[in-house]
């Protein structure tokens, strides 16, 4: 895993100091909290728009909005703050517990892991490894969360491709992969207030979010530094969001 940080390190190190400097902002000395509270609302709307529904900030600010995959990233996203502990304890529990969240209105099952191949693709990354493989892959990634030593920006994205590669629940995956890496951003210590509305950043780079998943999927070192570098792309570009939050209330 330390030789996968060295794949995109001009990205990653850009990342950590956004990262850095986001965190000495002065509204945080007083206002962290509600900065990280409109991180997480702006998150799960960038997070629903990726699965397909994309819907005006307002309108969701205002409660207007109940398309049932936005509902459901706001649940998730309501829903991390106390899911810190269980993440690093016990994985699958946790991501049963985001599924859960993300799809009580989409599937009669929600946080079961899918037993066939029937599964969404709103990213059009094609077909998905069979349930066996995947509760094999999900076992790995399991253990790597509670192994490894890999700095929090690149394990964040490696848990975060691998829940989209695995497909592991068969709808609103893409919601569940994405708070899953924030959740491993704020736990392993890169962003433990949750400011960085991550989310958007891959928004924000558009097809290039397919692109470099597809590229990961291909398993080889070109296709997996190109994802690494998205990932600590889409960082960036959430603290830039962060960052225009944290201007907005010191106006």
Not at 99 to 126: E, F, K, M, V, Y
Request: charged residues 20%; contains cysteine.
């Amino acid at each position: 895993m330390s030789a996968v940080a060295e794949l995109a390190p001009e990205a990653v190190q850009n990342a950590r100091e956004a990262v850095d400097r986001l965190y000495r902002h002065r509204v945080l000395r007083r206002r962290s909290p509600e900065v990280s509270a409109e991180s997480a609302l702006r998150g799960a709307r960038a997070s629903a728009a990726l699965e397909g529904a994309d819907v005006p900030l307002g309108s969701l600010r205002q409660g207007e909005i109940t398309d049932p995959v936005v509902q459901g990233a706001l649940r998730v996203s309501a829903e991390l703050g106390r899911l810190g502990g269980l993440w690093r304890q016990a994985p699958r529990q946790a991501l049963a517990r985001l599924h859960t969240l993300a799809a009580a209105d989409l599937t009669p099952a929600p946080g079961r892991p899918r037993t066939d191949s029937t599964l969404s693709d709103p990213l059009d990354l094609g077909p998905a490894p069979s349930a066996a493989e995947c509760a094999v892959r999900l076992s790995s990634l399991v253990d790597l969360l509670s192994s490894s030593k890999a700095p929090a920006m690149v394990l964040a994205a490696i848990v975060h491709a691998e829940l989209m590669v695995l497909r592991p629940f068969g709808v609103a995956d893409g919601v569940v992969a994405r708070a899953a890496e924030r959740l491993t951003l704020v736990e392993f210590g890169l962003d433990p207030k949750s400011l960085a509305v991550v989310e958007v950043g891959h928004l924000e780079l558009g097809a290039g979010y397919a692109e470099a998943l597809r590229g990961y999927l291909q398993g080889t070192p070109e296709g997996v530094s190109a994802w690494i570098g998205h990932a600590a792309d889409a960082i960036t570009l959430g603290v830039r969001e962060a960052t225009a939050v944290c201007e907005a209330l010191s106006r």
